[in-house]
Structure formats: structure tokens, C-alpha cells
């Protein structure tokens, strides 16, 4: 039996797939070993899910078969919900320097609204298209806003090196917001891609 690192600071991991649509895959894939043990080797003491509706089984399985102390939960104290209507800026919160705390990460699924949320706090973010969408505009946004040092572009069979990168991007991390300024790779820039995005807002 393992128990959760009480003696260090919180570290806490949030992980939002926002409210309009399922992501199982982003919630199975944050549960699974490699992934907590990532968090456990980058000094995290917590993980906090929101799963949606459909998400609840993989989290409730999860948590019956691998009781608090367990070796399969790393270390880790894990806790989830289905979603808050007030929003969830107040658990975004808790992942900044809150508290007492050290400043973790949230792992955001690709709607614009979540990740707005989360470069507004300044936090280290994770962006996990859904690949179970049909336009592409997720994927554009994160790979815009990654091209610009803003976000680690996330993909579901590589959480590992993702929960990395974001260590290195805490380092050189940019306020938010952007100032518009040198030459955009892309050609379209931020603002175009928000632009687009906006309409798909959740």
C-alpha cells in the first residue's frame, strides 16, 4: 500500500473535458499507470477530474478497484466530478500557487472557452483535442496556440512526454494575454484562430 504525499506541498493536476461533449478516452488515459506515474515523478500530490456524465463509470470503476493507498493510484489523492454549472474557475484555481501550494497543470480537452480559462490564470496547460469531433477546429487551436508557447499540444497516446513538456513550459511560460507582436509562423496567428474558434465556445 502507498500512501498520498501528505509531507510535501499540494501539486494538484485538474483535468476538465468541459460540458458539451464526452471524452472517455482523455479520462481512461489520465487514469492509467504510465500517466500517474508521471504526475508522481513531476511532484504532483493530486488529481482532480472533471468527467462529464458518461465519464462517471470509468471514474467510479477506477476508484472501487484501486482503493485510496493503493499502488495503482501512485501516491496520488484523485477526486472527480461530473461538472460544476457555476463554471470551473474555482478549480482551475486550486492548480496556481494557491494556498500554500505549488503551481501544477490543468489537461483541457480543445474548446476554446477551458482553455481561455486557464491561460487567463496563468497555468500551465495541456491541450487534448477529441478526436471524436468532426471538424478540426480543436486540433487547429491547440496546435496555433502550442506554436506560440502558450499551451503544450497534447495527444491521448503520449500523456507522458505532454505531462513533461509542460514542466519545460512552466519555465519560460508567457502572461496571458498574448501581445501581437514578430513574425507568425503559421501566417494566421492567434487572433484568426480564436476568431474561427469562438463560435465553438464551451
Known amino acids: 500500500m502507498i500512501s498520498p504525499q501528505s509531507s510535501r506541498p499540494k501539486k494538484l493536476c485538474f483535468v476538465t473535458i468541459g460540458a458539451t461533449a464526452s471524452f472517455n478516452s482523455l479520462i481512461s488515459k489520465t487514469l492509467s499507470r504510465p500517466v500517474l506515474k508521471a504526475l508522481q515523478n513531476a511532484g504532483y500530490t493530486d488529481l482532480r477530474l472533471q468527467f462529464g456524465r458518461e ?5 467510479d470503476n477506477f476508484i ?4 485510496d493507498g493503493s499502488e495503482e493510484r501512485c501516491g496520488l489523492n484523485i477526486t472527480g466530478f461530473e461538472y460544476n454549472r457555476k463554471g470551473l474557475g474555482h478549480e482551475m484555481r486550486r492548480a496556481t ?16 472557452g477551458s482553455i481561455l480559462d486557464a491561460l ?7 491541450v487534448v483535442p477529441n478526436p471524436s ?3 478540426n477546429h480543436q486540433v487547429e487551436l491547440a496546435e496555433e ?17 505532454a505531462i513533461a513538456d ?10 496571458w494575454p498574448p501581445i501581437n507582436s514578430g ?5 494566421r496567428g492567434l487572433a484568426g484562430v480564436m476568431e474561427d474558434e469562438m463560435g465553438f465556445v464551451d
Open 55 to 59: 465519464g462517471r463509470s470509468i471514474f
Open 64 to 67: 472501487i478497484n484501486n482503493p
Open 97 to 112: 500557487a494557491y494556498n500554500g501550494g505549488v503551481e501544477g497543470v490543468v489537461i483541457s480537452h480543445g474548446g476554446s
Open 120 to 126: 487567463r490564470l496563468n497555468i500551465p496547460t495541456i
Open 133 to 135: 469531433l468532426l471538424d
Open 145 to 161: 496556440l502550442a506554436l506560440q508557447d502558450y499551451v503544450v499540444h497534447g495527444k491521448l497516446d503520449d500523456l507522458v512526454a
Open 166 to 175: 509542460s514542466e519545460t513550459l512552466r519555465e519560460k511560460h508567457k502572461s
Open 183 to 187: 513574425e507568425d509562423p503559421s501566417g
